[in-house]
């Protein structure tokens, strides 16, 4: 028996999450899109990082991340081949000033009991030989994994049924779509990402775009290909090198603010190549197959918003750069919450209250 | 009444040049060609300049250019729009090695008659605001043009008619295909670029494969479009930005062999970028809308082969870094020779004689 219909606007890894979980529990699910897949879960890079995204002041973020890493191999394996990567990340810290930077971190995290190992230089080109020899220090981090973002997205469209339409406004009940038809639903799930601001006016003022772009890369004659995630702060700029099982490296990413603008700029390209090249020197020998921008849904807070905007609508967004990782929590949260069940402790963070 | 019939094997710009003036002399004409206009034709920037391009001892090559560019106003003004640009070009040297070799191309087209402006950096910058305070000194050369690579090759595209296969060899009276049917001519041409080295054993030494790669940019928000060619020498490596007359910027090239690779390079983009900034820092703030490799058809002594290679076949390829520039002679010359005619003097330098 089903328990209702559930309409999700965005076919994001988030939406797409929800549909697929709701669908599980027992809903009809539709999820409302124009173009599934083509946002910022399609563009990025897919760590499933909660430990090196952390940061002092961010507990809350960092027992949501870790709460959904522990789902993650579950929610991986119930999908099929998904490219769960599990050989773990390094940090490595380039100039002097980086270098405080995550000593920092590790201390911020060993005060509050998480386990990473600092390394020399040399211990961490032993573990990942590709680092640059101008990398002095840096972190060892073997529970902060990767997804292929792109592999996952396919398995969870698969699954999924679309109304292909731009949705204008949602209400209690109903989504209304941009030809001014409308999908009627017993709960109505808000997943548009940064385009959510514009679903609700609640939302207004908690969301906004933050840009980036990323590079995806193939190994070329001779290329050595890594195997664990490489991340590092290159003079001060954060900077990822994520190594898909083929091979493939996704080398991300910028972060700005431009408002919904998704063009790719000769200068985050530039950034981005040069500071690759100095943490792990040889991408140079590596093809570019592909350069894209996408858009973040960001808070005020860094944490995801998560909660009833009114009665009968949820909102699931704000997710910035932990999309991929918060995926299965969050859809486990919404699912729970259409259904009149609680919420796991962790996702208290993310509720809507005095934000 | 027909001349009779000319199959062209390569539909890159100099085989759709010599189809469509071979129609126009009363000729029936055939391209044989898997893929029109995707190989070096269509990823180059469309420079038709013969000074900047010269070099001492490659007098005949100067001189065959600048018989094509003669060519060039008429033979755009009957193809209608196919955006050449008039404007003219600078050269920027860079460091002191870059002035020098500049300071020697000055003085070798001075002493052959030909009139080019030495400049200092300031006197490049009234015309051409957008170079780099650091560019010392350079040349100005009003008479080398560019050409919209893409817009000519659509226009000479929508004018012939083809055969949509690979080419696996050329005799007198026949095109062989790939799937083992022939196209039967009364005349045949082989102008397919590097590849051409396979159809006929003749030409396997004469012939070679040089990769390039090249961006395209377009202006964002506050970018200062260019109004002419810029080409600079960047610590020795040539670099060329030619602007379309919607702001398009392209920026080429690397140059290396590499077989027939068409793969773009970490290395390659990663150099272009950067030599691109120092000579005109404002190319940050384009837009990176596309990345492309190609493979010119480079001859031993940097000329054309433009000549019968056996009785009834003639060969028009070997046009390395100047198969735009060179179209509208080589068409005329392949013309004339298949209708057993005399050719232009200078195209004698592009005979197979004695090379």
Redesign the interface.
Known sequence: MSLGKIAVVGAGVIGLSIAWRALAAGWEAVVVDPAPCSGASWVAGGMLAPVTEAWPGEEPLLELGEASLRMWPEFAAELGDVGLRTEGTVVAAFDSADAEQLAILAAHLASIGRDVAQMSGPELRRIEPSLSTSVRSGLSVPGDLAVDNRKLLGVLRSKAAFVHESARAVRAGEVELADGSVVRADAVVIAAGAWSRNLHPRLNSLVRPVKGEILR??P?RGAVPLTRTVRALVESRPMYLVPREDGEIVLGATQYEAGYDT?????G??DL??D??RVVPG???????E?AAGVRASSPDNLPLIDWVEPGVIVATGHHRNGLLLAPITADAVVAMAGGEPVPEAVAAARLESR
């Open positions: 890369l193939r070329g063009e790719v700029t000769v200068k390209v530039r190549l040069l690759a090249e991408v140079t020998e590596f093809h570019l197959t350069s």
